[in-house]
Every structure is written in structure tokens, then in C-alpha cells.
């Protein structure tokens, strides 16, 4: 099954993009951890992406059409995939179609996770990361020990597009650039929407509904 995963910045996606690859074995595509491991790493994409990233604006599109071309071409999707960060503009959108065919794939579903603009402000800046990519809340699903990752004890982290004044920008790209792909994927007839408030659980409840009704 191919899954596209939509929502604001907070929304959930990469939590519930975790738990679905694990459940329905799907492989999880982050174009967010992909940038990130580039910033790390100092490659020149990493070294490009990185100003864009820091001010909470959106990267050029034909650098992200780039690296999806590449990811989706590898064989260790070939079982299913779920594009978590990817696409965020309609233009990433027309792209993706215009090379999904080429590789024998197909969107079954986009799952469009919901969640008012005052929650994600919170959850967003409460938010602690983990290199091996597991996400934490100080406050709503704090580590067992403070500052340490549960499942790899290694150092959480801020991202620095999670500080207030990225966040306010990271919404608004959001709004202006993102949120226009509900509307043309419900004009596909394809597009799920999901309550995002509330119990990690209780959402991934939702979601895997969701996916059972295309299995
Ligand atoms: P995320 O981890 O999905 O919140 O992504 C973090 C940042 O990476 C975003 O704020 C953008 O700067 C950049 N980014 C990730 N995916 C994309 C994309 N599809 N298009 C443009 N920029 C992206």
C-alpha cells in the first residue's frame, strides 16, 4: 500500500507514520529526517537546505522532487511506502504523479491529519527529538529519564525550527503552500481525514481504520 501522510507542522505525522509502517509494513519516508541527516552530515544539500530549514520556510521544490525520485526508485520500497513531509506544494504534488507511474506505483490513500493551528503552537515547542528519530513532549509524553531517549538512551535535542519564531513561520508556509493539496486530493476522491487531537492511540485507532477499508 502507497499512503501519503498530510498535516500541519505538530500534527502527529511522523508518530503515526512510525506506528503504521510497523503495523501495516510500509517503509516510512521523511523528507524532514532525509534533510536533516544532510544537515548532519554537511553534504552540499544539507548545506543548501539548512538556511531554508532554520527560518521555518520550505526548501525549493526541485531539490525535494530530486530526492523523492531517487528514494522511490530504491528497492526497499517496492512493499509499500508512506511519504510523511512529502508532497507540500502542489507543484511536489504534479511532480510525484508525473513519476509514480514510470516505477509502477500508485497513491491508494492520503490520510490528512486535522489539528487547530493554538495545539500545534504547544505541541511544537514542547517537542524533544531523538536522532534515531523517536519524538518526545516535555509535558504530554515526556522521556522516562529527562533529556534521554527511551528506546536508545541518546541525547534529546530542540530542533531549531521548533523555537516560537520558526514555528510562526513553518504554520503560515503551511497554510499558504500546504494546505491548498487537501482540496486537490479530495477532488481525487482519495483523501482521508483524521481527528489529530487527543490520544496518540485514539488517532492511530482512526487511522488504521482507515487503511483497513483499502487493504
Ligand atoms: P518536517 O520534519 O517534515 O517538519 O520538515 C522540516 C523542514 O524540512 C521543513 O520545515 C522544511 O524546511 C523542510 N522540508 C521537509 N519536507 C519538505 C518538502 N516536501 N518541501 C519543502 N521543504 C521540506
Known amino acids: 500500500m502507497d499512503i501519503i501522510l498530510l498535516g500541519p507542522p505538530g500534527s502527529g505525522k511522523g508518530t503515526q507514520a512510525k506506528m503504521v509502517a510497523d503495523k501495516y509494513h510500509v517503509k ?10 544532510n544537515v548532519r552530515n554537511g553534504t552540499p544539500l544539507g548545506k543548501e537546505a539548512d538556511s531554508y530549514m532554520k527560518k ?3 526548501v525549493p521544490d526541485q531539490l525535494l522532487v530530486n530526492i523523492i525520485k531517487d528514494r522511490l526508485a530504491q528497492p526497499d520500497v517496492k512493499g509499500g511506502w508512506m511519504l510523511d513531509g512529502y508532497p507540500r506544494t502542489i507543484p511536489q504534488a504534479e511532480a510525484l504523479e508525473k513519476i509514480l507511474p514510470s516505477l509502477g506505483q500508485k497513491i491508494d490513500v ?4 486535522d489539528v487547530p493551528d493554538k495545539d ?4 511544537l515547542s514542547g517537542r524533544r527529538m531523538c ?3 523517536v519524538s518526545y513532549h516535555l509535558q504530554f509524553n515526556p522521556p522516562k529519564v529527562p533529556g534521554k531517549c527511551d528506546v536508545c538512551n541518546g541525547e534529546l535535542y530542540h530542533r531549531s525550527d521548533d523555537q516560537a519564531e520558526a514555528i510562526m513561520k ?3 508556509a503551511y497554510h499558504k503552500q500546504t494546505q491548498p493539496l487537501i482540496d486537490y486530493y479530495n477532488k481525487k476522491g482519495i483523501t482521508a481525514t483524521i481527528n489529530g487531537s487527543g490520544d496518540i492511540k485514539k488517532i492511530f485507532a482512526e487511522v488504521s481504520k482507515a487503511l483497513d477499508k483499502k487493504v
Do not use: P
Open 120 to 123: 500545534l503552537v504547544d505541541r
Open 131 to 133: 536522532k534515531c528519530g
Open 28 to 37: 516510512h519516508i521523511s523528507t524532514g529526517d532525509i534533510l536533516r541527516e
Open 56 to 58: 521555518g520556510q520550505l
Open 170 to 172: 513553518r504554520l503560515d
Open 110 to 113: 492520503v490520510l490528512n491529519i
